[in-house]
């Protein structure tokens, strides 16, 4: 395994552990979608559920740091300047159908940098991860963005506006997160998406830039109206020229 930060090491581990409830819960989906009552409560308790793991298996290794999450919002502890970002399962509507298309994501900021990332595809077993100046990986292995230069042959998320809006070969899966790792490992080479949620996006982010791709300049961000435009560097500009109205 290449050498990862101890930090990094927790993020991963909180999603290992995290990931057996999903895996359990997404079991026991099919089961309900029977019942008059449906499966959507049981799937906002797993994800709450997922979300206390993360959060007590982080704060166990460091007690000090805040964290922003999409369930309980911002919970400030002593260190104002590291965040933990967390989304318990980013995809919860494929979660609800029975569709195994989901992640856990969890980034840690640190002042105006997102320095680490983890996105855990707990169905597909599919672990990406990045550090800042160390790369991106699958399950220990380097991944990098693709190097297409012609947007024809290029193939692209975003969400249902995004697919109104654009011409551009697209797909739309229901889970940010994995749009974004998927770009940082060159199963599709850009992601764009208007107006949405800091915890959605944060671990991609950092995942895609190590990767050798391009985010457009998120610094200064609001934690729920974010306009993101990624991709791999060598197409970046020509993805914007066709987004420039979006």
């Not at 297409?148 to 109104?164: P, S, V, Y």
């Not at 889970?175 to 998406?193: E, M, P, Q, T």
Request: net charge negative; glycine share 6%.
């Amino acid at each position: 395994m290449n050498s990862i930060s101890p930090n990094l090491n927790f993020m991963i581990k909180a999603c290992e552990k995290a990931s057996k409830v999903i895996i359990r819960d997404f079991g026991e989906v099919e089961n309900l979608q029977v019942l008059k009552k449906g499966p959507k409560d049981f799937v906002t308790k797993t994800d709450r559920r997922v979300e206390e793991i993360l959060i007590e298996e982080l704060t166990k290794n460091k007690k000090n740091y805040s964290f922003i999450t999409e369930e309980t919002g911002i919970i400030s502890n002593s260190d104002k300047d590291a965040f933990w970002i967390i989304d318990p399962i980013d995809g919860t509507t494929n979660f609800l159908h029975g569709i195994p298309h989901f992640a856990i994501s969890i980034a840690l900021k640190f002042k105006d940098e997102i320095r680490s990332g983890v996105i855990f595809d707990p169905i597909k077993n599919e672990m990406f991860y990045a550090e800042k100046n160390n790369g991106s990986f699958i399950n220990n292995q380097r991944i990098r963005v693709s190097k297409k230069n012609d947007l024809e042959e290029c193939l692209f998320a975003t969400n249902h506006e995004g697919a109104i809006f654009s011409e551009l070969n697209l797909r739309y899966t229901g889970c940010a997160a994995l749009d974004l790792a998927y770009v940082g490992s060159g199963r599709l080479d850009g992601f764009f998406h208007n107006n949405i949620n800091i915890w959605d996006i944060a671990a991609g982010i950092i995942i895609v830039e190590e990767a050798g791709g391009k985010v457009n300049n998120l610094i200064n961000f609001e934690i729920n109206n974010i306009d993101i435009r990624a991709s791999s560097s060598n197409i970046y500009t020509k993805m914007l020229e066709k987004l420039k109205n979006f």
